[in-house]
């Protein structure tokens, strides 16, 4: 019997070795068995939502089937779910990652309307748009190719409202082991990432106004004054056309042209947000509040360097990389570039913005990995725990204790979390109703606010 029992605890040590690996093992193997179930769930989300492109009958039918089914088993598994202690403390990261983010949106939307009202209406459709040599290569193409394989590549497969439900599939697939605890940890990092990335996007595109490619985009979304704010007026218009007047402004480092007095802005009462007016510039038929005004803008007309639909599709393709691998990610990525060619072809972006959004999508992931990590703490407190009770699990081999192994074994998985500063049990099972409802509200919302892409 004890020849037995030691038997069964090399083979139980064994096997939580391997789940403890960064890579190969188990791991790998958990990996590859669980591909086809959140892989296959993806597909199918993209693949019925195409079907209102191809027959908007059975798109209707079937697309509110699909959600209910997988809100469902998401729903079902919750009380399963063993690790809302991690998600527990993760919770305050999570909050704190919304904010910051929608606060860096709320700047980029503020950003991107100054860019089109700035410089007027008529300048962003009399401006041409700037020479695409990637177009260009887009367009030689199509000569080039097969015509189903230019028909696939026009397809709009892909677009940015199924990246952010992509990503909301990952993290619910927390709940089935797919994804390394804490879901909400996962969730806090691409936040937080968005957050810097938005940022830094409105920081490149507000400091030099590029025009748009598609030249009669702001008057189609924007209602702004036709002609330039008094800045554009001062420092840009005498000097913009002039090759010898630009020389001259060279040259003496200061604006000379006299411009006389400049046009008036309607001035509505915004109380404390007044300051806004002159980087917004907004009209009488566009009410009196600033935030439905910006609520109204409907995405940036200028060139928006980088693009900020790329920078969601190569979030999600890291976040799906790292956390979960294997086939399906490759799929992923592959409808990043799908995505990507065709923000070029129908001029939406330049391609300098797509391969910009890219890299720096890539790099912002990278440098985020200290917010969550998959499952390098889990792994450091579960062999931590090994150690602590390797007497135990010697004095039960030789007493010839299964049941005793069976329970220090189970310690070890389950005692990953650390015990110590654990909320009540009351809070345990408030805490999973509210994220679950608030998971699958933003979800809702998500899909009902980006589904037109």
């Not at 209707?60 to 959600?67: D, G, H, I, N, V």
Request: proline letters at 4%; hydrophobic letters at 45%; aromatic letters at 12%.
């Amino acid at each position: 019997m004890s020849v037995f029992v030691k038997g069964f605890i090399f083979t139980e040590l064994y096997q939580l070795h391997q789940q403890t690996q960064p890579c190969g093992g188990r791991l790998s193997s958990l990996k590859v068995t669980k591909i086809g179930g959140l892989g296959v769930a993806a597909i199918s989300y993209v693949a019925v939502d195409y079907l209102r492109h191809l027959s908007p009958t059975w798109h209707a039918r079937l697309q509110p089937t699909l959600w209910s089914i997988l809100a469902l088993i998401a729903v079902v598994r919750v009380p399963f779910y063993k690790h809302w202690t991690s998600e527990f403390r993760a919770a305050i990261p999570f909050v704190a990652s919304m904010v910051f983010m929608l606060s860096a949106l709320l700047f980029e939307a503020l950003s991107v309307r100054f860019v089109t009202a700035v410089l007027g209406l008529d300048w962003n459709h009399d401006t041409p748009p700037l020479p695409d040599t990637g177009q260009w290569l887009l367009l030689a193409l199509n000569e080039k190719l097969p015509g189903a394989v230019v028909e696939i590549l026009r397809a709009r497969i892909i677009g940015l409202h199924h990246f952010l439900m992509l990503f909301m599939m990952l993290a619910f697939s927390v709940l089935f082991d797919s994804v390394k605890a804490p879901g909400l940890g996962l969730g806090a990092r691409y936040m937080f990432t968005m957050g810097v990335g938005r940022l830094l996007r409105a920081i490149t595109f507000v400091s030099t106004i590029l025009p748009s490619a598609r030249p009669w985009c702001a008057r189609s979304r924007f209602r702004v004054p036709a002609y330039p704010h008094r800045w554009a007026h001062k420092y840009y218009v005498p000097y913009a056309s002039d090759a010898n007047s630009i020389r001259q402004l060279i040259q003496q480092d200061m604006a000379y042209a006299d411009i006389g007095k400049p046009l008036g802005d309607y001035q509505p009462d915004w109380g404390s947000m007044s300051f806004l007016i002159d980087f917004l510039r907004p009209t009488a038929s566009e009410g009196s509040s600033w935030f439905s005004l910006l609520k109204k803008a409907g995405g940036g007309c200028n060139d928006l360097i980088y693009s900020g639909h790329m920078l969601v599709a190569v979030l999600t393709a890291m976040a799906w990389t790292e956390a979960y691998g294997g086939f399906s990610s490759a799929l992923v990525w592959l409808l990043v570039m799908h995505s990507a060619q065709r923000e070029i072809r129908e001029r939406h972006h330049y391609t300098v913005d797509c391969i910009v959004a890219i890299y720096v999508g890539i790099l912002l992931w990278k440098m985020t990995d200290f917010i969550w990590r998959a499952g390098d703490a889990s792994r450091d407190r579960r062999l931590t725990k090994l150690e602590k009770i390797q007497g135990k699990l010697v004095q039960a081999a030789k007493d010839s204790d299964m049941d005793e192994v069976r329970e220090l074994l189970k310690e070890v998985e389950l005692g990953s979390q650390e015990k110590k500063n654990r909320p009540s049990s009351k809070t345990m099972w408030i805490f999973p109703s509210v994220t679950i409802l608030t998971a699958l509200t933003i979800v809702i919302l998500a899909f009902i606010w980006t589904s037109d892409g």
